[in-house]
């Protein structure tokens, strides 16, 4: 489906911490000619007034589904777009929202003593988990020039091409050293999907798998090599599951 | 009686709300309450270890994650006893300054000047290619660049890592930062003005609490390891539970559990009171801004900023890039570890119980909006007190909060309703 510009787009805020749309509000360069093909009808950081439209083009979810009042929000929002798109961990698995272990309300009341019980909330999950999906956009923060290819993409009519190689391809690309064989550091480029120029390990910082785990991931692999570089099964878990990797 | 609701907040960061009740035409009372969705951060970093709690606690909020990094690292450090190289100091303070500069562009361009020019919001501003508007985007963007090449991202970066720093920025981009950094200490003046005019700004009264922080040296406190407030008087920041009566308790009601010398002013027009080098020099006396002279704080604190950096960039096109940039931990200790930041809206506070075996048992995270929530409520009472119109009450408990540069995202971690009659 082609649209015509000016398409509208809401941008829709749950439990997050505003870093997706920051990364958007932060391509200081391209607004002017976003603002020119791009009618922005929900924006919380830029301006809080709600859209009221009946119907949206494209709605853009940043966060995870923590309330019943959120989940409400987001059935709405399903009705009135014609496509939806999830941006950032948060909305795609939860995020680090989500490694909140043990019993919820025992975890509210250490952090909120006797006001636990003013807040309904169940554990944070992915929008996927609610309603139909028809983008994604992953990272935590997605990089910019995905979420402006991304709308271009839609712009066109179309949606990017997902990438299917790991974040260990793009850094043979960029002939970077292997930080795993080098220092013995956790990083899961192996398992995580590229797009993101290998971000970190170009900078000499192990992956820490921000934009989810690519398909036909060799976990067995990863694991023999975390075990051999000295990390117990529980920090392989962890550092898995930050980013939405079940252990 | 009468209630008036303000809700949402427009243009704060995050989901808040303020409530007025009117007896006899004039106000009564006041609630301001923030409504995210908790995220349980420092109950979810429990059972982790230590060295992942950075990358965690960062999320937390966007425009501060940097800050939240980089008090998390200091605590965890403090904790095992390890000193940053210098090298290692000079990049975190830069990025952290960074932070400030992006985050009180973002507020005084993109919140606050809506206000002065009567807008509904920025776009508008955009749309109508006003000079000031368009310039203050482009300071911003210069504060995430910064943040883009010391941090290694603009948001929730990568480079500071548990004993120091990962990599040296290159050469290129240090230098093609000064050179802009020149430019935008030239500029500065002529584009803060604006910001420094009584006439902008609403009615005020004094400001209320007392001030609050870090023990302010010549580095921009980033090894805050003592807080600083009212009439010189300073404490470890290990003492922060006492001073500030932080935790919510079923027992008792916010109002209680105040620490002894609050309720605490932190941010901006806090630091201008307490550090004698970021002191306002304005003929109009700040006082007369009430809490809108926060405003006024953080346009003179760019401009201090941009100075800072200059002398930060210096350093490292002359430092040796094979410096030792991270120090390796020889061996878990466990322990009790605190440390105090001054985040672009204040006090931040991080404070970790680790075990032996490297840990979390703990986590305690005091934010800068969590502080001034208690005077925020306060300050409308007085401010608008003689106030009786509908429309200029919520107007004006509006801008009151904004004034603060509330950040509610980073603040829920301890939410609760503050009252004040
Ligand atoms: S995905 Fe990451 S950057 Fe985006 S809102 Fe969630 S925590 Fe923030
Ligand atoms: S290298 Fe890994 S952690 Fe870094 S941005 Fe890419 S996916 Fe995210």
């Known amino acids: 489906m082609k649209l015509k510009p000016p398409i509208t787009l809401a941008w829709t805020r749950f439990t997050s911490c505003s870093g997706c749309q920051l990364m958007l509000l932060n391509c200081e360069s391209s607004l002017a000619e976003l603002a020119q093909v791009v009618a922005l009808r929900e924006?919380?950081?830029?301006?809080?007034t709600e859209c009221k439209d009946e119907e949206i083009d494209v709605g853009l979810v940043e966060g995870s589904i923590t309330t019943p009042s959120e989940l409400e929000r987001l059935l709405a929002l399903r009705r009135k777009v014609n496509l939806l798109v999830a941006v950032g961990a948060c909305a795609l698995t939860g995020g680090v929202n989500s490694l909140v272990r043990g019993e919820r309300r025992q975890a509210m009341t250490e952090v909120y003593a006797g006001q636990a019980d003013e807040w309904n909330t169940f554990p944070p999950q992915g929008i996927e988990h609610f309603v139909k999906v028809d983008g994604q956009i992953p990272g935590c923060p997605p990089e910019q020039g995905e979420l402006l290819n991304s709308i271009g993409a839609l712009l066109h009519g179309g949606?990017?091409?997902?990438?299917?190689?790991?974040?260990?391809?793009?850094?043979?690309?960029?002939?970077?050293?292997?930080?795993?064989?080098?220092?013995?550091a956790p990083c899961l480029g192996p398992i995580t999907l590229a797009g993101c120029n290998a971000r970190c390990p170009s900078l000499g910082v192990p992956c820490e798998g921000c934009r989810g785990v690519v398909a036909e991931a060799n976990r067995d692999e990863l694991r023999r090599l975390f075990i051999t570089a000295g990390l117990t099964e529980q920090d392989i878990r962890h550092r898995l599951e930050r980013f939405g990797e079940a252990p | 009686m009468t209630r008036l609701v303000v809700d949402p907040l427009t243009r704060v960061e995050g989901h808040g709300r303020v409530e007025l009740l009117l007896k006899e035409g004039g106000l009564h009372e006041v609630k301001v309450r923030l409504l995210e969705s908790p995220r349980l951060f420092e109950s979810l970093?429990?059972?982790?270890?230590?060295?992942?709690?950075?990358?965690?606690?960062?999320?937390?909020?966007?425009?501060c994650s940097a800050a939240h990094k980089l008090t998390a690292l200091q605590a965890l450090e403090n904790l095992m006893a390890i000193r940053v190289p210098p090298l290692a100091a000079t990049l975190r303070e830069l990025l952290l300054l960074g932070g400030h500069l992006q985050s009180h562009a973002l507020h005084l361009f993109c919140l606050i000047l809506p206000d002065l020019c009567d807008t509904p919001d920025l776009l508008v501003l955009l749309q109508r290619k006003d000079p000031l508007a368009e310039a203050g985007i482009k300071l911003k963007a210069f504060g995430n660049r910064l943040q883009e090449v010391v941090g290694g991202r603009v948001v929730h970066p990568v480079n500071p890592v548990f004993g120091g720093v990962s990599y040296f920025p290159c050469r290129q981009d240090i230098e093609t930062l000064l050179k802009e950094l020149l430019h935008w200490q030239t500029c500065w003046p002529d584009l803060c003005t604006q910001f420094l005019q009584l006439g902008n700004y609403p009615e005020a009264r004094p400001v209320i609490g007392n001030a609050l922080a870090t023990g302010l040296q010549e580095s921009?406190?980033?090894?805050?390891?003592?807080?600083?407030?009212?009439?010189?008087?300073?404490?470890?920041?290990?003492g922060y539970k006492e001073l500030l009566g932080e935790r919510a308790r079923e027992d008792s009601h916010a109002k209680d559990s105040n620490g002894q010398s609050g309720p605490f002013l932190t941010g901006a027009l806090?630091?201008?009171?307490?550090?004698?080098?970021?002191?306002l020099r304005f003929d109009t006396p700040a006082e007369a801004f009430g809490i809108h002279g926060n405003n006024l704080a953080q346009a003179s604190e760019i401009g201090w900023t941009l100075q800072r950096l200059g002398q930060l960039l210096e350093i490292l096109l002359e430092a040796?890039?094979?410096?030792?940039?991270?120090?390796?931990?020889?061996q878990v200790n466990g322990g009790v570890g605190t440390a105090a930041t001054e985040a672009p809206r204040g006090l931040l506070i991080h404070h970790y119980v680790v075990d032996e075996w490297g840990k979390v048992v703990a986590a305690d995270i005091v934010t800068p909006t969590a502080i001034n929530q208690r005077v925020m409520a306060a300050q409308i009472m007085a401010d608008l007190a003689d106030e009786k119109d509908h429309e200029r009450l919520c107007k004006g408990a509006e801008r009151i909060v904004r004034a603060y540069d509330p950040c509610i995202s980073c603040a829920v971690h301890l939410v609760r309703v503050e009252h004040s009659s």
């Not at chain 1, 924006?43 to 809080?48: G, Q, Y």
């Not at chain 2, 059972?47 to 950075?54: A, F, K, L, Q, S």
């Not at chain 2, 806090?270 to 002191?279: M, P, Q, S």
């Open chain 1, 43 to 48: 924006f919380p950081l830029a301006t809080s």
């Open chain 2, 220 to 238: 921009f406190a980033l090894n805050g390891e003592s807080l600083f407030y009212g009439k010189e008087q300073l404490i470890s920041s290990s």
């Open chain 2, 45 to 63: 970093v429990v059972g982790r270890r230590y060295d992942e709690v950075p990358d965690l606690v960062c999320r937390i909020c966007a425009i």
């Open chain 1, 159 to 184: 949606w990017p091409g997902h990438q299917v190689m790991p974040v260990c391809m793009e850094c043979r690309i960029n002939e970077n050293p292997c930080l795993l064989e080098r220092d013995c």
């Open chain 2, 320 to 330: 040796d890039p094979a410096e030792p940039l991270r120090k390796t931990l020889k």
């Open chain 2, 270 to 279: 806090a630091r201008a009171r307490l550090a004698a080098d970021r002191k």
